[in-house]
């Protein structure tokens, strides 16, 4: 166990126990559905669009309306 898990463990076992309750419940649906690891390819491709985003670059309205009329929405 980590020592972030830990430390939320810690925080939520001095909540109300319906509310333990329902974190523990939420948290045993994520574990079952846990998301697949983004591939590296991904990873860099998310980090280059928010170092595109830092920098102030936006896509121009008309470009994304084009783009969603050319793909029939």
Do not use: C, Y
Not at 6 to 12: K, P, R, W
Not at 46 to 60: D, F, L, Q, T, Y
């Amino acid at each position: 166990m980590t020592k972030l898990f830990e430390q939320a463990v810690a925080a939520v076992s001095q909540l109300p126990p319906e509310a333990q309750d329902d974190l523990a419940r939420l948290m045993l649906a994520l574990a079952e559905d846990a998301p697949e690891p983004l591939a590296p390819n991904d990873v860099a491709a998310i980090a280059e669009a928010e170092a595109e985003i830092a920098r102030g670059e936006r896509v121009p309205a008309e470009l994304v309306q084009a783009f969603w009329r050319a793909h029939g929405v």
